[in-house]
């Protein structure tokens, strides 16, 4: 037990008081008496002190011995164990975790000990609670996230939501199709330049534009329209027509001002000349019979004279047979022309089985034919226009059954080089005359539909008459159809995208404010490029080209994989043997792909407003200087290195190779040595660099370019 | 009858039928004749104008869709000349949108008819234009 001073103090003071207060008992008592009585007491004690002080002292021991315990016990009751009690609470009070306290001395402390200990718990209950509820309701929202997400992939308009600014928060794989037809980039990755998470929308929409429909929809809101949008069109520089509809977004509450706006894009280059066609074609059918009428009822109304020379009123009865026969044939064509708009009606994707149920269904009910549909491959997807083609399959199916009713047919379905074969097969193909290709269709459904082939052609395919030769005891026929498939089709597939979430980043609508220099921006909130090339050597003053660029992008924090820049180049030059074993490309590879001064203008789009990191990124920017001055194209981003980075947070480390770099902060190396792949890698290596450069202090872009250049030099010293 | 009237007074007042459709012509022709027209035809619209500016009709049935020049065309540069300015248009039709009978009154047709019309109506018509130019606008030339 350890006694500090205070306590001693107290535990003294019972005895000092008890002494004190007996002398000056004493001394009070001595005061009262008359001098010789005073005296006499004195002489009478006087002996006495020499032979009983002990006694007395001894008593007075005792006395202070009790004090001092009584003091000691009093304090460790009421004064140790409540700051004891009181320590212990304080540590609860941070950790929720830490020990019950424990109420030692009186029940009164162990009474409070156990009510502390409760209202621990009970806090500790409701942070649990409380916990399990935040992560109840995360849950939800990522759900509602994805589901948002899975909604807006499957939509089949292309939608774009944009924070205030313009910067695009979300998209879908629509979109991304529409850019990459709106991009006048080469390659596969065209169109990446123009939509991305973190872009501006306004490099697909001019900027003037959009703040003009913004316009017009505030004073929609200020009119307290429910659903306020804004709709324009729009020519792009490709020469594509957009029908635009923007709305805003806003939270729930009525008067919400609006954080970002949803814009809906609708591609109607062809949809408006189809229409602008059609309407030409209403407007020359009215005015021709407008004509032909006048004429015939200017001539009746000549006839009306009575007083007619012969001649004459042959004259005007002529006009009136002219211009009947004339309508007539105006009227025939309008026909023709109305068959020819059926045709433009668009292929629709359609599962193989289906048709071919549909097709036997209507064989078996026209022709009265036993139709078997047993070889039919049910992965495939057809692109056609079903009502035509079973038009045609029950028109041939007809033309089998003259002369050998009832003899039942077969229909198959197989994939064949990327197409499909659908074949009606048939014993006998000798009753089929020469023609049927282009005989009408006829029939109920067939009417509208022309000729075999005029079906076929309208798919992009052909049909033919085909003999089976082996199986001599009864070799059958077959009509055979080349068929589209679903994939592949007119419709571009969006390139194949890894994972959804990349599309959206909600984080971005609390980005802003773009005005402040970008060194004073914290590295998580900014957007980089991060990219790679592979070149004919490791000269470029002595004539080596770039023969390949791939990038990637990082937005928030989050890197985007499917934002992705893939372009091999066409060095104009040999490629050195020694190259291709690291790089793996070939001439016969470039050949054909665009020239640095073609690909470059893509590029420089592409990482348009953000941050350039590389590793070793020195060596690629002195290619791309080398260009500045032929293709006029400027890189004057902020860069940042991936090696210099990481000789700031491992100063010691042997090597600050890309694989050892990646190696010590557990990046998984796959698909090195293309451009891509190593702008994939260095773009992970820089995400698990941030936090380790934030534990150094390194908080914004400023920070770590100083910290980059102070680690260039220390390098250089060496 | 006025008109009668004025043909037996002097001349009988020249009208100009501008269109590249013989079987309207024919009837047009037939009819102005009938009502004592002196009738020039024109095929196009170069030979229409030259016609206008050779003959000074009082009246042009004009059509608007014709090879050369199209009707509006023609009104526009009779208009933008002196010498014609106040020949009298009318012109005759297949275009029916609202458009285009602005934009032929705006070339400075004085009146606008759509195909089919009556030609009663339209000689109903003619003669009212005739009837509304004072014997002060009839052209000195003619």
Redesign the interface.
């Known amino acids: 037990m350890k006694l500090d001073r205070a306590r001693l103090l107290a535990m003294l003071a019972p005895g000092l008081a008890l002494a004190l207060w007996l002398l000056l008992g004493a001394a009070a008592f001595h005061a009262t008496l008359a001098p010789p009585v005073a005296a006499a007491l004195g002489a009478l004690l006087a002996p006495l002190a020499e032979s009983h002080g002990m006694l007395l002292v001894g008593w007075w021991l005792t006395a202070a011995a009790a004090g001092a315990w009584l003091v000691h016990r009093l304090a460790d009751v009421y004064v140790a164990a409540p700051a004891r009690l009181a320590e212990g609470a304080r540590v609860l009070v941070e950790d929720d975790g830490a020990p019950p306290v424990i109420g030692a001395g009186s029940s009164a402390n162990g009474a409070l000990a156990e009510a502390l200990n409760a209202l621990c718990a009970q806090r500790r209950t409701l942070k649990q609670d409380m916990a399990r509820l935040v992560e109840e309701a995360s849950r939800t929202v990522a759900q509602q996230r994805d589901q948002l997400g899975a909604l807006l992939a499957e939509l089949q308009q292309s939608v774009v939501v944009c924070n205030l600014e313009g910067r695009i928060l979300l998209y879908n794989a629509r979109a991304r199709a529409l850019c990459q037809r709106l991009s006048r980039a080469p390659g596969a990755t065209a169109g990446a330049e123009l939509i991305g998470l973190g872009r501006s929308i306004h490099g697909v929409i001019d900027a003037a534009l959009i703040s003009h429909a913004r316009e017009g929809l505030d004073r929609r809101i200020a009119r307290g329209e429910p659903t306020p949008a804004a709709r324009f069109v729009t020519h792009t520089p490709s020469g594509h027509l957009l029908k635009v509809s923007l709305a805003p977004v806003r939270s729930a509450q009525p008067d919400a001002p609006a954080t970002g706006f949803v814009l809906l894009l609708d591609d109607i280059t062809e949809d408006d000349e189809a229409e602008a066609h059609q309407s030409q074609r209403w407007?020359a059918l009215?005015?021709?019979?407008?004509?032909a009428?006048?004429?015939?009822?200017?001539?009746l109304?000549?006839l009306d004279?009575p007083d007619l020379e012969p001649p004459?009123r042959e004259?005007?009865h002529q006009?009136v047979r002219?211009?009947v026969a004339t309508l007539g044939d105006r009227l025939s064509a309008l026909a023709a022309d109305a068959a020819e708009t059926r045709t433009r009606w668009p292929l629709e994707e359609m599962h193989g089985v289906d048709l071919i149920a549909a097709a036997a269904h209507a064989i078996g009910a026209e022709t009265q034919q036993a139709v078997a549909t047993q070889a039919v491959d049910a992965a495939l997807w057809l692109r056609v226009d079903s009502f035509a083609l079973i038009a045609a399959l029950v028109f041939l199916a007809r033309l089998t059954a003259t002369g050998r009713p009832g003899g039942g047919v077969e229909l198959r379905l197989s994939r064949a080089d990327g197409r499909a074969h659908l074949d009606l097969l048939f014993a006998g193909g000798a009753v089929v005359s020469t023609g049927w290709q282009n005989a009408p269709l006829g029939g109920s459904a067939g009417a509208a539909c022309g000729t075999v082939r005029e079906v076929v052609e309208r798919h992009g395919g052909e049909v033919w008459l085909e003999h089976e030769r082996q199986g001599a005891a009864a070799p059958r026929a077959l009509f055979r159809f080349l068929l589209p498939l679903a994939a592949g089709g007119a419709e571009p597939a969006p390139i194949a995208l890894e994972s959804r979430p990349e599309f959206y980043d909600f984080d971005l609508f609390a980005a802003g404010d773009g005005g402040h220099a970008q060194d004073a921006r914290t590295l998580e909130s900014l957007a980089y490029t991060v990219f790679d090339s592979e070149t004919t050597g490791l000269d470029p003053a002595g004539g080596d080209e770039i023969i390949q660029i791939g990038a990637t992008r990082i937005v928030n924090g989050k890197l985007l994989r499917s934002e992705c820049f893939d372009q091999l180049v066409d060095p104009r030059r040999s490629i050195p043997e020694a190259g291709i074993a690291i790089h793996g490309i070939r001439p016969a590879m470039v050949r054909g792909q665009p020239t640095i001064a073609e690909a470059l203008p893509a590029f420089h789009a592409f990482v348009s407003d953000t941050v350039l990191v590389g590793h070793n990124v020195a060596f690629d920017l002195r290619f791309l200087k080398l260009k500045e001055e032929a293709t006029g194209i400027r890189f004057e981003q902020p860069v940042l290195d991936t090696l210099l980075l990481a000789s700031v947070t491992h100063p010691n480390a042997e090597s600050q190779s890309l694989d050892a770099i990646a190696a010590r902060l557990g990046v998984t190396v796959s698909g090195r040595h293309t451009a891509l792949g190593d702008a994939l890698v260095c773009a992970q290596v820089f995400l698990k660099l941030l936090p380790l450069l934030r534990q150094q202090g390194i908080h914004t872009l400023g920070d770590a370019r100083a910290a980059s250049e102070a680690s260039y030099y220390a390098r250089l010293r060496y | 009858m006025e008109l009668l009237r004025a043909t037996e007074a002097g001349p009988s007042p020249k009208v100009l039928i501008a269109d590249d459709e013989p079987n309207i012509v024919v009837s047009l022709e037939f009819m102005m004749k009938r009502e004592g027209f002196q009738v020039l035809v024109a095929r196009d619209g170069p030979q229409a104008l030259e016609t206008i500016r050779r003959e000074h009709p009082r009246l042009v049935l004009l059509d608007a869709t014709m090879p050369g020049m199209t009707g509006f065309d023609v009104c526009e540069a009779v208009r933008a000349d002196a010498g014609t300015r106040h020949t009298r248009i009318l012109m005759l039709t297949a275009k029916g949108r609202e458009t285009d009978m602005a934009r032929g009154v705006g070339a400075g047709a004085d009146a606008y008819v759509t195909k089919p019309f009556s030609t009663r109506e339209l000689m109903q018509k003619v003669k009212d234009m005739m009837a509304g130019d004072g014997p002060g606008r009839e052209d000195p030339a003619a």
Request: zero cysteines; glycine letters at 4%; hydrophobic letters at 45%.
């Open positions: 407007l009215t005015e021709a019979g407008r004509s009428l006048a004429n015939i009822q200017a001539a109304d000549m004279y004459d004259r005007f006009v002219d211009e």
